[in-house]
């Protein structure tokens, strides 16, 4: 099977989407596809083995002078517009131009004779997808991968919010469930969500989870990292609705009641955290508690592979649909996951409501007491102290990926 795949991005470095992006990208290849990639990542990027094209910008068109006059407009007077402009054009002109760059560059790979055509996205962005409904003629070959809820109304609270041009932004995802041939969502209750919300997705929908990165390169450590110790890490931004607050407190109460355990414990916050800052700031100088800014994808996975829990920290929440872009990296890590969210999220539902490690993200006295079953399991059986779970793994392989889009049975 020939697919071609239309990425906003392939550079792991500037977002969690997109490396999550490159992890499905590379397990297709994995998995015996034959791939091309237009990208869009504003700079050439190669990925092994595959031919991955960079989408330039269209920069001789009406809307990329408008787009430039906008920018300039608000730089000189400090107004943002853009919202505005928005409730009458739906979308901004620099998103029009982008969505007209990447439909021509679609047209023109057609010479690669694709059996499929797989749009990828980050963020509320989703310009791959509104350059296909520019080409009604290969809808026929159509995959959306829908990575979020959208519009942002019909996020789960506490994340929705109403935009201007909510309207706008609904239509728009309503023709993506209803002009793709196929949808695909990197988890099951975020399929079943959105079909709450747009009844199309229904009869043409697959899951296809966050993706096994497999990454061979010899791996090194960040000098603030102290190895073989009981580390709690928490990798990723830390968005304004993700507290750390509660999982903090639930270690210095864990620290309060074995204070034998201090001089070999330690949680990491690795990854922006300017929405929490107020409370990390706190905790600076604190000897069981480090933070650390923006680090290399590579040494985040290293992290992963050397702490001895991996924390999975979501909002305080009745509902998560959203897999972490991190869940298959912390499975292949093959350690603890802390898990604190709500109850019914995806996280939990495929750990399995048994699983120990799990509690509402606001639950102190639960995480005080999973912080001290996961130390004491780690200080009298370290060998023990592992997640064991090939279910999951296999799960998030490019052998189980084959399998969801074979059975897709594409002509």
């Not at 999550?20 to 290849?29: E, F, K, S």
């Not at 990329?64 to 739906?90: D, H, P, V, Y």
């Not at 650390?292 to 924390?311: C, G, R, T």
Request: charged share 20%; with cysteine; aromatic share 12%.
């Amino acid at each position: 099977m020939r697919i071609l795949v239309i990425s906003e991005s392939i550079n792991v470095e500037d977002s969690s989407a997109s490396k999550g992006r490159v992890a499905l990208i590379n397990n297709l290849l994995l998995a015996g596809y034959n791939l091309k990639v237009l990208h869009y990542s504003h700079k050439e990027i190669q990925l092994q083995g595959i031919d991955c094209e960079l989408i330039r910008e269209n920069k001789f068109s009406a809307y990329f002078f408008l787009s430039r006059m906008i920018r300039l407009f608000q730089r000189t007077f400090k107004m943002n517009i853009n919202a505005t402009l928005e409730t009458w054009f739906g979308f901004s002109f620099t998103h029009t131009n982008d969505t007209r760059s990447i439909a021509k560059a679609i047209k023109q790979a057609q010479n690669f004779a694709p059996d499929l055509i797989l749009t990828l996205s980050k963020g509320g962005s989703f310009r791959p997808h509104r350059a296909m409904l520019r080409l009604p003629e290969l809808q026929s070959k159509w995959m959306a991968y829908i990575h979020d809820p959208y519009p942002f109304h019909f996020y789960p609270r506490p994340f929705n919010f109403v935009e201007l041009s909510y309207k706008h932004k609904e239509a728009f995802m309503r023709q993506i469930t209803e002009k793709a041939q196929y949808l695909s969502f990197p988890s099951l209750l975020l399929k079943e969500w959105m079909e709450s919300y747009f009844p199309a997705v229904a009869d043409k929908s697959c899951v296809i989870p966050h993706q096994i990165k497999v990454d061979n390169e010899p791996q090194t450590t960040p000098a603030f990292f102290t190895e073989n110790q009981f580390s709690l890490l928490h990798a990723g931004n830390l968005l304004q609705q993700r507290n750390p607050d509660y999982l903090i407190k639930g270690l210095l109460q864990f620290l309060n009641k074995h204070p034998e355990a201090a001089m070999e414990t330690k949680l990491y916050f690795v990854g922006s955290y300017k929405k929490q800052e107020h409370i990390l700031n706190q905790y600076q100088n604190h000897p069981n508690i480090v933070v650390s800014d923006y680090i290399e994808y590579k040494l985040v996975q290293s992290l992963e592979k050397k702490a001895a829990v991996n924390i999975i920290l979501e909002a305080i929440s009745e509902i998560s649909p959203f897999l972490p872009g991190k869940f298959p990296n912390c499975v292949a890590s093959n350690k603890p996951i802390l898990v604190l969210g709500p109850y019914y999220s995806e996280v939990r539902r495929l750990l399995g409501k048994d699983y120990p490690y799990w509690s509402e993200a606001n639950d102190v006295a639960a995480i005080e007491a999973n912080i001290t079953k996961l130390y004491q399991q780690w200080k009298q059986q370290p060998e023990q102290s592992q997640l064991n779970r090939p279910d999951l793994t296999h799960y998030c392989d490019e052998k189980s990926l084959k399998k969801v889009i074979d059975d897709l049975s594409i002509a």
